[in-house]
């Protein structure tokens, strides 16, 4: 059983920060890309930011700049700063990990979400 648990979300005001967190446990033999996701109420999910195994990294063009994503694999945890935060960023962010589990075939997993609110 794989599971991912985000925390990290809030209100915060415009232009402040948050630093989100998503940790990969269970039956785990290796986690290949992991990202964020996030879905603003009435739109689409989209990519917010992506991350492989050995670091590269892939932000949607709305975060350049602002967010960035780093990875601990020691602690199979996945982190998404976010600097300069905008009202447009208010959204269910998740977490998103292609995992191999043990003795299973790898799939792509997803977390519950956390809520990020930006508002004055």
């Known amino acids: 059983q794989v599971q991912l648990v985000e925390s990290g979300g809030g209100l915060v005001q415009p232009g402040g920060s948050l630093r989100l967190s998503c940790a990969a446990s269970g039956n785990i033999f290796r986690i290949y890309a992991m990202g964020w996701y996030r879905q603003a109420p009435g739109k689409q999910r989209e990519l917010v930011a992506a991350?492989?195994?050995?670091?590269?990294?892939d932000f949607a063009d709305s975060v350049k700049g602002r967010f960035t994503i780093s990875r601990d694999n020691a602690k199979n945890t996945v982190y998404l700063q976010m600097s300069s935060l905008e009202p447009e960023d208010t959204a269910v962010y998740y977490c998103?990990?292609?995992?191999?589990?043990?003795?299973?075939?790898?799939?792509?997993?997803w977390g519950r979400g956390t809520q990020v609110t930006v508002s004055s």
């Open positions: 998103n990990a292609e995992i191999a589990p043990i003795a299973s075939t790898t799939s792509r997993y």
């Open positions: 991350i492989t195994r050995g670091g590269s990294t």
